[in-house]
């Protein structure tokens, strides 16, 4: 699952979407509701004045909602165009920071950061094609306010005029005029932001959707030393499998009995990494039945699986964490001693007790 695409975009969600989220979220949403609640006195307030203020105020306000409506179908959709294009970012960079050591060896380091200059490009522009495309909508929301402001002040004036509305309704118009429709412009702008929440909670909520392997496997390896010489301890039948619809694996099948010892040997890219992986069930198959002492790795537990399986990576990863307790990882009940003798099985006993903590 943890395919490079896949560190990207978790890597995006948690460094770009949840940061977005975590700072503006409750923030807009209450500024909504008090929006909300503010546009809606001003209108009960204009019918309170005269019903005729108040039908032109809430005409205008169907005009708003008009106009901010299709803004936000609109930046919706683009909102989910800049996350992809940031998850594509992130990819780059993380593939071009973890091979930076090996462009660098090679003098490489105009040709491979092209990639990633290009990127960056794809990102500015995009931000910039946002930024330009939202604008009209933006000014086509004050253009609604003014000249909804306008027209209900010459209403206002005209009321006045043919003696409808008195003189402190005329001057307490005067002084809230220019608030009436402030609430739903700014609910309006804050919406904006709620649309980039709104497509970063689905990125997330996608994260999360992810369906877990199946672990439900009820039956139980049996011990290798049960199986006789010439017994398969490892058999993949029919064995096909594609990390997306297309197949990097096609109808393999072999097998390894037990005291064998087998190498997988072929040119880079070739699958024998994929091989290995489908063994510990990193992925599942597609078609086929890959056999670990005559079960179906499938119909057995994870945890029992591992048990029977040891593995050496092609890239060994530390964790921030003494290198007894990365020792001791697979196996936290191992004794002193037991991590001992397997840091002294793997050459490296004598240069860990020659350093500073030992």
């Known amino acids: 699952y943890f395919t490079e695409g896949n560190i990207g975009r978790i890597s995006s969600i948690l460094s770009t979407d949840m940061v977005f989220i975590e700072e503006n979220c409750m923030g807009v949403l209450s500024e909504l509701v008090s929006f909300i609640i503010s546009q809606a006195l001003m209108i009960q307030m204009m019918f309170f004045m005269d019903f005729r203020l108040g039908l032109l105020s809430l005409f205008i306000l169907l005009v708003f909602f008009v106009v901010g409506n299709l803004m936000l179908r609109y930046t919706m959709d683009h909102s989910r165009k800049k996350q992809e294009y940031s998850e594509s970012l992130t990819n780059e960079v993380l593939d071009f920071a973890e091979g930076i050591g090996i462009i660098k060896s090679y003098n490489l380091l105009g040709e491979n950061s092209k990639k990633l200059t290009d990127e960056f490009e794809k990102n500015c522009q995009e931000s910039i094609a946002f930024e330009v495309d939202y604008t009209p909508w933006s000014r086509a929301l004050h253009l609604t306010y003014g000249i909804g402001t306008a027209l209900v002040l010459l209403l206002c004036a005209y009321l006045f005029h043919l003696e409808l509305i008195s003189n402190v309704y005329m001057v307490g118009m005067a002084l809230f005029l220019f608030d009436l429709f402030n609430a739903v412009k700014s609910y309006y702008s804050q919406m904006?932001?709620?649309?980039?929440?709104?497509?970063?909670?689905?990125?997330?909520?996608?994260?999360?959707?992810?369906?877990?392997?199946?672990?439900?496997?009820?039956?139980?390896?049996?011990?290798?030393?049960?199986?006789?010489?010439?017994?398969?301890?490892?058999?993949?039948?029919?064995?096909?499998?594609?990390?997306?619809?297309?197949?990097?694996?096609?109808?393999?099948?072999?097998?390894?009995?037990?005291?064998?010892?087998?190498?997988?040997?072929?040119?880079?890219?070739?699958?024998?990494?994929?091989?290995?992986?489908?063994?510990?069930?990193?992925?599942d198959i597609g078609d086929g039945k890959i056999l670990v002492n005559g079960k179906d790795i499938r119909n057995v537990p994870m945890g029992d699986l591992m048990d029977h399986i040891s593995m050496v990576f092609q890239r060994v990863y530390l964790f921030q964490d003494t290198i007894y307790n990365n020792i001791s990882m697979a196996r936290p009940d191992a004794s002193k001693e037991e991590v001992y003798e397997a840091a002294r099985k793997a050459r490296c006993y004598d240069f860990i007790m020659a350093l500073p903590d030992g």
């Open 192 to 283: 904006a932001r709620l649309t980039v929440t709104s497509a970063s909670l689905d990125r997330i909520e996608a994260l999360f959707l992810e369906e877990e392997m199946p672990d439900n496997g009820k039956e139980k390896l049996p011990d290798a030393s049960s199986l006789s010489g010439n017994e398969a301890a490892i058999e993949y039948d029919d064995v096909t499998f594609g990390y997306t619809e297309k197949d990097v694996l096609k109808h393999v099948s072999f097998k390894v009995n037990s005291g064998e010892m087998c190498a997988l040997v072929g040119p880079s890219g070739g699958g024998k990494s994929t091989i290995a992986s489908l063994l510990a069930r990193f992925w």
